[in-house]
Each structure stands twice: as structure tokens, then as C-alpha cells.
């Protein structure tokens, strides 16, 4: 196998989705399958390098899904050319790619790009549907279902009390020196029919923050907590066994934003600062 | 495990959804993972009758799924008194099938009633993906990838040419004995994005009666044959080897329609004269 020379590199944006289903989340796991290996051994393979690193906007867990994922690789400008462009490496990849995860569009990074810390916001929806005879067979794999009927005003009244720059270390899985102040932008519960989503949006999430914040609703909408214990527990600012979090079925990274052109390389510089442990 | 007793019996309809994927289709069939089997076996064993039998509006084929199907089983009233009920009958069905079959409702049939015979027109949805990527991962059990970018004014155009009371003998595997004709009421595609749905609409179909008019269409819409093809097909009255039957994964049977009350029977004798062979 030919491998690229040493030479220019570009950065690719890659905008992604898969199906989390059957994968051990995003992140690279020794004798796992995970999407960033699948990723990274197809890219490698296509472009003949003897590896290609990923960077992500969001290490979803296992079984959780995206929509709207983005990741960038810096690979040889040679190797992109040889292989005849970003265009080309999109069919390669369309037809190497297993059909639970898909590359929706692979183009070359403005300046100042990088998928994880450039990014503004991310959006997650979690989706459950409370028919008691269980969500549609047609959508199981990204709806969770829940026996009991969920009172998303409740959940909503709830959540409003969530939002705003705060400590979440509360809901979330602690990472030694890294902070877990993040800006919770928006939890908002929308009802069609007997599937309830939320839409949950802040500039970046710790480790396990959406499910535990989800599973703080569920309590509240399903009536075994009050609407004013999820705010309770955030105060608390320690985890609290009674917080479950809440499966990864129903969570799916829907959408990635990011600041204009100009404005990429000062953002990513600003959140590698506050986000990176010292 | 008691039987129950010969005693008067009430006619229950079933609406039910699945994710045809990993089954071999509705009807029964000896050594196979069916819809029908699977349903039938959590009747008898919850209402502890030796078998219970399922007449159903649409037996979809391997692989394709519902969203509306109908069906009815005549069941022992002593039997659904003891356990309780429609209700909790209908609670017993949700715990005990697999997730990929679900029971949406569970009434009393009224009089007359006849899940097959008194229908009186199937609607089919058939959903391809034309983005060269390929289909949403998320998306991907129900939808079919196309590589080529499809026309669907074209398709509507030649889809239109095959409405009516008509032989669709050239769309169909014969059975022996039974007429082809049906009334082609609705077919029509829309666009959304890279997703093409195909709404189609008879007061019933022959087997492989929607696939072929869809493989008929989709040559149409990529390019492949004209416009005026799929009616050229249909006078032929025979079958065309040019007619790829489309896979069944894009093919949901999405509701089945009823006459009022008064007039089932009229619909279901009518209905069981004209299509049952003699």
C-alpha cells in the first residue's frame, strides 16, 4: 500500500450520522466497534494512510445516536488530489461505509477550523413516547418508551429552572482538573401525539449531562419527583443517587454550531482554555 | 394451562405496527419468524387458548413493515372476561411481544366486521433516499438508498397513466383462479429533502402489486425509461421482465380504510365474491 509523503495537509470537515445502535459510542476502543475507528480505518484505507485521527464535536456513548455530528481529519493535500478531491472521497466512502453510519458531506475546513472547540452550541433531541402499548416498532431504535404518561408541563416548568451558565457537576460524570460549568441554552418538551421530544441545546455537555438531566424530567413528568427537584439536585452540586440517567435510545446529536469564518480560530483558542485540564 | 370452554365467541380488531426487518412477512409459515405467528402465539398464550387464528387486510411480504395493519381474531368472550377485558388484554399484548411488533389498539369488532374482506381501500407509503451518500442511518430500516437522483415529476406523470379500474395482471404473481383487477385510486410522490415518499392508494392489491409500480417508477425517475413506459407495461397485461419488483425495505403499509358500521357486511360479501378463487 502506497502511503502519502510528507507535505501539505488539509483539514476536511466531515459531517456525519449514524446509528448508534450497534456501536460502543463514538470514541476509539481496543476490540470495540466504535464509529471513529470505522471512520478513521475507512479514511485511512481511501486515502492510503496508515492512520487518520479524528476529531469530534461530540463523544456520544454507546447506543446514542447523531443527526448531525461533525468531525475534521488533516490529511495530505497529495493524497486528496491523487484520490481526485473532496467529492471523490465522499462516494468512496458512500460505498465502504457500513449503512448504520454515513458521511452526509466531506468538504475542506475554512481557516481557524476544529470540530470540537470552534463549535458554539450543540443541540441534542431526546425522544420517548408514553403509549402504554409501546413506542412504534418503526421508530424503537431512537424513541425510548415509557409505561407511564408523561406530563410535559411539568417537565418544562421544570427545566426553565435549569437553564443559564451553572456548575452541572451534579449531572455529570467528573473528569479530574476539567470544569463542569457549562451554559444550558434551552430544555424544551414538545408533544405530537404519544411521542414527547426535547430539545436540548447549550454551548458544549459533560459527560453524561444530557441523560441525567433527561432522567430528572422523566422523574418530574411521570410524577415521582416535584418540578422543583431537578433544580434541587443542580444546587446541590454533588451526583445524587435518585438522578437515573436516562437510556441512550432516545438521545440523538442532532445539530453542531459553530461562529462564523472569521470569528473560528478565536473560539477555538477561548474553549481550549477553559475546556482542556492544565 | 386450562382451555376455555366452547361458549360464545367475540370478534377482536387488532391494529398493529412492525418493523418488517426481521421477520419473513406476515402469513405464517412453518421454521420462520413471521408476524402472524408471533401475534398468534402471544394470543393463545395470554387468553390460554390452544391456537388463536389472524385474518388480516395486507399480508406484506418479507421485509415490509406497518404502521396500520389490520387484523381479527374471534375469540372466546368467557375467555377475555376472565382476563379482564379489551384493556388489559391490550397491556398483556405490550409486555409480552418482541419490540418490533406492537398491538396499538385492541377493541370489539363491530358487527359485520372482517379485517380482509370489508376493507375497502389499503394506502401503502414506498420511501426512497436519493442523496449519493445514502439513506439516513437513522432512517435506513424503512427507507431505500438510491444512488441516482430521481425525477418525481417524472414519476407522477407516469404514475398517473396507471389510475383506475384496471388489470393488473402484468404488476402481479398470479394466483390461480383470482382476478388482477383493481382500482388504482392514488399515486404520488412528493419530495422532502432527499427523501421521495410515494403515497399509493387501492381498494386492494395483488401480490407484488405496490413493488412493481414502484420498480417501474423508479426507472422512470432516474432516467431509465420514459415517461410513458409503466402504462405501455400494464397494457401488456403481462408480466414484463423489464420490471424490477423494489425492495421491500422503502414499503410501509401505513392504514387500512372501513366502511361505517352499516355497511360492513354488504362490503365484506361483496368484497370475499369478487376475490376469493372458486
Known sequence: MA?????????LRLDVAYDGTDF???????GRRTVQDTLEAALATILRLRETRLTVAGR???????????????????????????????HRLARMLPDDVRVRR???APDGFDARFAAIWRRYAYRVCDDSAGADPLQRRVVLG??????????????????????????????EGATTIRTLREVRWTRDGDLLTARVVADAFC??????????????????????????????????PRVVVAPPRGLTLEEVGYPPAEQLAARAAAARAVRTPP
Chains 1, 2 share one sequence.
Open 3 to 11: 502511503v502519502a509523503g510528507v507535505g501539505e495537509t488539509v483539514r
Open 60 to 90: 456520544t456513548d454507546a447506543g446514542v445516536h447523531a443527526r448531525g455530528q461533525v468531525c475534521h481529519a488533516d490529511v495530505s493535500s497529495t493524497g486528496l488530489d491523487v484520490l481526485g478531491g473532496t467529492e471523490q472521497l465522499a
Open 106 to 108: 466531506v468538504a475542506a
Open 24 to 30: 460502543s459510542g463514538w470514541a476509539s476502543q481496543p
Open 207 to 240: 459527560h453524561h449531562m444530557v441523560r441525567s438531566v433527561v432522567g430528572c424530567l422523566l422523574a418530574v413528568g411521570e410524577g415521582r419527583q416535584q418540578v422543583e427537584w431537578p433544580r434541587a439536585v443542580l444546587d446541590g452540586g454533588v451526583r445524587d
Open 146 to 175: 415509557w409505561r407511564h404518561r408523561l406530563d410535559a408541563d411539568a417537565m418544562n416548568a421544570a427545566a426553565v429552572e435549569l437553564l443559564g451558565e451553572r456548575d452541572f457537576a451534579a449531572f455529570c460524570k467528573q473528569r
